[in-house]
């Protein structure tokens, strides 16, 4: 039989087990009541906050081609580092923070935020375009922290240009201004990637493609749970050019040889396609494709050379020897010479009281028209010239297409400028001169 001791011993040891098990189930019950009444509400609003959302899948632009099938213009993949505002908290502290772990500028992120105030909370708000490896790592480790769980990471297609090789032919891409937005074109929205300049404006429909989209479930805090469905984003069709990019490359490697500006193109006489075509300075499309800083934006504007202008299409020229062409079929169309018709040069001749030089200081002697032309002799196209007058000149100008603009298929053409007696009235309010007609 066991002792009074060991009773009062078990006696014990029975009545702390019994308030043992009496705490846990204190604290089981009481962590059921907060959890069930006191936190009711934050997780019924989590719950309810598991809903879905659609994001959108950029579509990939349309190749560009050569004449010959060669690529011009491609996609690469890269990062886009976004914000989404429906589950941000404190928008203030995701723009701090997330400016820091970038490395870049806090105002810079807040301009565009702002910009993109108006739109739905659920899109997402791209801050860096083609972030770099750095970049992506340190946002996807905060998003696994919790600090920036309102900014997403996403994979998406970005143009490829063969850098400054027909910078104006091809244009570049950016995103849609709020004028374009605004303005309806082809059903955009804010955050879309259009063509800018160049072909990549003028066939922006074409290329641009269809964008797909997926349909998932996301939690409380913008994650990601599951995926309801997917539509896969069409890529824009390709678009084959009549330019010869051998032939392109030619007249670039010239101007980067010779080292000057200028403007070349160069045309198939047969059919009139555009083989190559280049203005210099130019300029890297690169540098759009991925969203353009402030500091190349405001070197490239503020350059005295212009190189986003160009030089092929938008500006006028005086056509100097290259005029001789119009005058030479302005006088053989109108009768007043035929091509044997010669002129005696000496090395200048004097028209109205004043000397026209030639090139040559010794002049060419007796020339036809043919060898004027091979020589490109100043005092034979003066002769004929002021021979044809200014109306026909400026007839047959007119007729060879000079004056108008070309119908190339890229945008913001100048017109070009052919004077006339007419012209120089309604415009300066003055007689044209006979002696204008020879210069």
């Not at 565009?112 to 105030?117: A, Q, T």
């Not at 044997?340 to 004043?354: E, I, L, M, N, P």
Request: aromatic share 8%; proline share 4%; glycine share 8%.
């Amino acid at each position: 039989m066991a002792s009074v001791e060991d009773r009062r011993r078990i006696t014990i040891r029975l009545t702390i087990l019994q308030y043992l098990i009496t705490v846990v189930f204190s604290v089981l019950a009481v962590s059921f009541w907060v959890l069930q009444v006191v936190q009711h509400a934050k997780f019924e609003e989590m719950a309810e906050n598991n809903h879905q959302r659609t994001l959108a899948l950029r579509a990939p632009r349309g190749l560009v081609l050569d004449r010959d099938g060669k690529v011009l213009v491609e996609n690469r993949q890269s990062y886009s580092i976004s914000i989404v505002r429906e589950h941000t908290k404190d928008l203030n502290r995701t723009i701090r923070l997330l400016a820091a772990v970038l490395g870049i500028d806090e105002a810079g992120v807040r301009t565009i935020v702002d910009r993109h105030r108006r739109e739905p909370s659920y899109r997402p708000i791209t801050i860096v375009q083609d972030a770099t490896l750095a970049q992506v790592s340190a946002v996807r480790a905060r998003r696994l922290d919790f600090e920036l769980p309102d900014v997403v990471v996403e994979q998406v297609p970005t143009r490829r240009y063969p850098e400054t090789i027909g910078a104006h032919l091809f244009g570049y891409v950016g995103e849609v201004n709020d004028a374009q937005v605004a303005g309806g074109e082809g059903g955009l929205k804010s955050g879309d990637i259009v063509g800018q300049s160049g072909i990549e404006k003028v066939y922006n429909a074409m290329l641009m493609g269809q964008d797909g989209a997926k349909r998932v479930v996301v939690n409380s805090v913008g994650r990601e749970i599951r995926t309801l469905e997917e539509e896969q984003p069409t890529e824009g069709k390709r678009l084959q050019l009549t330019v010869d990019i051998d032939v392109q490359k030619a007249i670039e490697d010239g101007f980067d040889s010779l080292g000057f500006n200028g403007a070349a193109v160069v045309l198939d006489p047969n059919n009139g396609d555009v083989l190559g075509f280049t203005s210099r300075p130019a300029y890297d499309p690169n540098a759009f494709a991925a969203g353009i800083d402030r500091v190349t934006w405001a070197s490239l504007t503020s350059d005295e050379d212009r190189p986003l202008n160009d030089r092929a299409i938008q500006g006028r020229y005086s056509p100097g020897s290259t005029f001789k062409m119009a005058v030479a079929t302005a006088a053989l169309q109108e009768g007043v010479i035929t091509p044997d018709f010669k002129v005696h040069c000496v090395g200048s001749a004097t028209f109205y009281g004043r000397p026209f030089k030639c090139w040559k200081k010794g002049g060419h002697g007796t020339m036809d028209l043919r060898h004027a032309i091979e020589q490109s002799c100043n005092v034979y196209f003066y002769t004929i010239g002021n021979m044809t007058g200014i109306d026909k000149i400026h007839k047959w100008a007119t007729l060879l297409g000079l004056g108008e603009k070309s119908g190339i298929d890229l945008p913001n053409e100048v017109q070009g400028l052919v004077p006339s007696p007419e012209w120089k009235q309604q415009y300066r309010k003055e007689k044209w001169y006979a002696g204008e007609t020879v210069s």
